[in-house]
């Protein structure tokens, strides 16, 4: 738990280096900074001379009074494609929250970083730049493999650890200190629904090849366990590291096990994977089903010189129907520069869970992370029904018990702080460079 007292003395000094920047000749300033981050950083300068009496006069048990947030979202990388709603939800979220009027009367901070992949050094430098800006919680990583980079880092600080896209089973029983959180459901849950909507088309025999890190193997796993208890076979069932960039031998595999579909479990990478598959007469446009999944089908059009080859290919993806939300969705694309890209899968699983933390901060009474985290599952169940923050900030005002749903609700937290069930799309491609939303289908599992 963080020093009360060392923090205000910190805070006090940060106002008091202001004052003497806006006396300066500002050509000391040698940070390289996003826009977003300078523009995120601007805001909070702006507010602190109006904020931070209130912080020191606060009457919370711990914290510093006003509730930072840090993102470690994919900005490059792998999972670069997922970076755009990701950013963007966050955003919205500060917005929103700030426009209600903040939290315990404070604004909210927010600092963005980016995440990269498991091939970059850029996720432990950018948890320690996070940790320094005095982050209350760290949303992200998108990828599982990346997050258990930092997992360990993030939670001994007493920091919350909150990822809107991670989803190994591992992390359900991860040793994390209580500080670990995620809205995304694991793949236990999208195991059975892949496996299940596989074996509803008819398909009896599987190849499945995987990424090899936590996440690639979670999820094969859990498809092979159910898609064999409906009694299909899986095989050939191939691992290949993460590294790899020439598939012909594992595809030769595949070519010679003639099933009657093929599931890729990977990243930007499963676009050599098809392509190669192609290339060798299996795929969409053979009689081979192709199905992907969240790590790949929302941006893998966009990774192919010709889409058209994977025509036909199906995935699943944990997300609510946004064809119910477009005006969050339209949001979603105004609030990143250049817009989204029609990729729109966990914007408004970050979204949440920035908004789910400043609602257990209200509860908490304050920001200290280790009283906003013994929060956090309680905020998501077991109360009175409310989908925006405002709202439900209104009914905490109200010393209410809150059920938020949210916009990628509902979640109904376990004990784990995970939802204890979860919306799927089932998504299409049909010739563009993403799936054609016309064809969307959704399916709830628990």
């Known amino acids: 738990m963080r020093n009360k007292n060392w923090l205000r003395l910190v805070g006090l000094i940060a106002v008091l280096a202001m004052v003497a920047a806006a006396c300066g000749d500002g050509d000391a300033d040698d940070t390289a900074t996003?826009?977003?981050?300078?523009?995120?950083?601007?805001t909070a300068a702006e507010a602190t001379t109006e904020t931070t009496a209130a912080a020191v006069d606060s009457e919370c048990a711990g914290?510093?009074?006003?509730?930072?947030?840090?993102?470690?979202?994919?900005?490059?990388?792998?999972?670069?494609?997922?970076?755009?709603?990701?950013?963007?939800g966050a955003r919205l979220a500060l917005e929103d929250i700030n426009a209600a009027g903040g939290v315990l009367g404070v604004d909210m901070v927010l600092h963005e970083g980016d995440s990269g992949d498991t091939n970059q050094d850029i996720a432990n430098p950018e948890v320690d730049r996070l940790i320094a800006l005095d982050a209350d919680a760290i949303i992200g990583a998108a990828s599982s493999a990346v997050s258990k980079l930092v997992i360990d880092k993030i939670t001994t600080n007493n920091i919350i650890h909150f990822s809107p896209a991670n989803t190994s089973p591992d992390f359900t029983t991860y040793d994390d200190n209580g500080m670990y959180f995620r809205t995304a459901p694991s793949d236990l849950l999208q195991g059975k629904v892949l496996?299940?909507?596989?074996?509803?088309?008819?398909?009896?025999?599987?190849a499945v090849l995987y990424r090899q890190e936590s996440y690639g193997q979670g999820l094969a796993d859990a498809f092979k366990e159910n898609f064999e208890a409906a009694g299909g076979t899986v095989e050939?069932?191939?691992?290949?590291?993460?590294?790899?960039?020439?598939?012909?031998?594992?595809?030769?595999?595949?070519?010679?096990?003639?099933?009657?579909?093929?599931v890729v479990i990977g990243f930007a990478e499963s676009a050599n994977i098809l392509t190669t598959m192609n290339e060798r007469g299996i795929g969409p446009l053979s009689d081979t089903n192709v199905w992907g999944v969240d790590g790949n089908i929302g941006g893998i059009g966009a990774e192919l010189a010709d889409p058209g080859i994977i025509a036909g290919m199906k995935g699943t993806e944990p997300s609510v129907d946004l064809s119910s939300i477009t005006d969050f969705t339209d949001r979603l694309d105004a609030a990143y520069e250049g817009g989204v890209g029609g990729v729109f899968a966990?914007?408004?699983?970050?979204?949440?869970?920035?908004v789910i933390v400043a609602l257990a901060a209200i509860t908490a009474g304050c920001d200290d992370p280790v009283e906003v985290a013994a929060q956090i599952n309680g905020v998501t169940k077991d109360g009175v029904k409310c989908t925006d923050f405002a709202a439900c900030a209104d009914?905490?005002?109200?010393?209410?018990?809150?059920?938020?749903?949210g916009q990628g609700g509902p979640y109904e937290f376990v004990d784990a702080g995970e939802p204890a069930a979860a919306s799927f799309r089932i998504a299409t491609y049909d010739g563009g460079d993403t799936p054609n939303t016309d064809l969307d289908e959704y399916v709830f599992a628990s």
């Open 346 to 354: 966990y914007g408004a699983e970050t979204y949440d869970a920035i």
């Open 63 to 88: 914290g510093d009074g006003v509730l930072t947030i840090g993102t470690l979202l994919p900005v490059t990388g792998d999972l670069a494609f997922l970076g755009p709603p990701e950013v963007a």
């Open 195 to 206: 496996a299940d909507q596989v074996a509803g088309q008819g398909n009896e025999t599987v």
């Open 395 to 405: 009914l905490l005002g109200g010393n209410e018990d809150i059920d938020y749903d």
């Open 34 to 42: 996003t826009a977003a981050e300078a523009a995120a950083e601007t």
């Open 236 to 262: 050939p069932f191939t691992a290949y590291a993460v590294d790899t960039e020439n598939f012909d031998a594992e595809v030769d595999a595949m070519v010679a096990a003639g099933t009657d579909a093929v």
